[in-house]
């Protein structure tokens, strides 16, 4: 596409946005819909709207929806190709609209190019083509994502089974194998996307404690969930080397002393992702970055140059796409308001990890709870043992369980871990209760539609399984 902008060489702003992710764009319409002239600088014209709809969140998402529909006389490879050709229509319709949307504003400007900076208010810009321009502002939010982490195996970076998540929403052809490295949040969703679609599916994770980050009942029911679909998880697996032969990729790893291998035709490496600041030039705009790469802010988001800011994955904050949002809040905040949101006002944010059932967390753990010198009371409940929520029997998820962290001297919810059912929607109305102090048992006596998953917290808080003793 030929923006109005790559028909002039200098472009002048008074908001300079790198990278279409959601910060930057946010910000780029809400600017332009003020009249500041805005312009936004993205590398590729594929990934207009950024990772989370083109090759992230949204698309990932959709291959969990699909896998699921996958009945046991439907061909796996068939309806793989099928599956993977309707994400990608979704993707076409959100980067198109992403583009349009923002194009249609006469104060912004689209250009499709690699920004580099050149000093601290200006930027070259190469297009794909060659053909160079420069952009100059006053005020340039920086918002470049992060890009996948290959971990220093030898044999995996020349593997020709080498795949990133990128390239397994894209391809169409369904592994027979896959391995994957690492048993964080992109790994596990993986694995059990591609289980379901037919995969044979290997974790190596490389701790000795399933999900170290959730309590261990927590993480014992995810283990169940994802081994009873078939999903081989190895604790404590350290990956050796990858050999490519005949068979495809022999992913080797040491496990208690002894050798193992396993073969694969796709192997992932999900072991985190880096800010994506190389090539950057922030050096030649002055602009600090930590050993990791991530550009250092402060609680407002700006740089080490006060009139540049870095949103979302960029500047080393959690790598969530409701987090890129957020940071765009502060941002508009310093530029048109009063300037007093930041970082700090953040409590309470919830993840979810999307297996099938969901994993949702808010808050502490128990254990972070002891530690932080709570006197702890646990409700807990089996999904399929909650009464008050036939929607679990209805929907036929009866999987998982529900564990809530309460403060047994104020009443007031520390923490919950859902694995339910509907746990992506129902832990934002724990985190808003959080947020605002409502107690486990306003919670409990809330009135709430039927038959719904909510209903569950009419219940669960009453199931208390332990109290600390008073001290
Ligand atoms: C497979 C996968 C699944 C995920 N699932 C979820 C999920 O379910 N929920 C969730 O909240 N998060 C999820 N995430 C994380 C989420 O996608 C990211 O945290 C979020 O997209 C980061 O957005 P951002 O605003 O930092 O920038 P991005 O959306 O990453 O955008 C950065 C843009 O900058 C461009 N760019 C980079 N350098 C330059 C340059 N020099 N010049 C011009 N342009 C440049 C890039 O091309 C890119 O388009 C997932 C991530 C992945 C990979
Ligand atoms: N549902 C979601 O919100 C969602 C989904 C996917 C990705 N994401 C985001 O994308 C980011 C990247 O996901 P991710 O799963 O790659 O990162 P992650 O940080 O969640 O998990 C990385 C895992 O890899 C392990 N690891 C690191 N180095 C390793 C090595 N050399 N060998 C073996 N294991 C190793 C870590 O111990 C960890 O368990 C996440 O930080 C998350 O913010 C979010």
Redesign the pocket.
Known sequence: MTTRAEEQRTLRADVLV????????TAARALGRLGRTVVL????ER??????P????????GMVHHSRLRRPDDDPQAFFEQAVAKVQDVREFMRKGNYESLNALETVTIVT????FTDPHT?S?TRQDGERLTATAETILI????R?VVPNVPGLRASTHLVS??DL?ERTRLPKRLVVIGGG??GL??ASIYRAFGSEVTVLARGGHFLPRVDADVAEAVRRVLTDEGVEIVLGARVREVRDDENGAAVVYDLDGAEHTVTADAVLPATG?TP?TA??GLEAAGVHTAADGAIEVDEHLRTSQSHIFA?????GG????????D?SRIVLDQLIGDGRRSTTDRVAVP??V?LTPPLATVGMTEREAREAGHRVRIAREDVADILAMPRAYAVEEKRGLMKFVIDADTDLILGAALLSVDAQELVNTVALAMRHGITASDLRDAVYTHPSSTEAFNEVPTVVVHEDAPA
């Open positions: 790198i990278g279409f992710g959601k910060g930057g764009k600088v993205e590398e590729s990934m207009y709207g950024g990772t989370c083109n090759v992230g969140c949204v698309p990932s998402k190019g690699r920004a580099e930027v810009i918002n470049a994502g992060s996948p998540s990128t929403l949040y992109l969703e993986f992702r994506d090539g950057l949103l979302g994955d960029v500047n959690p790598k969530f796409t409701y987090i890129s949002l940071d993840n979810t999307f």
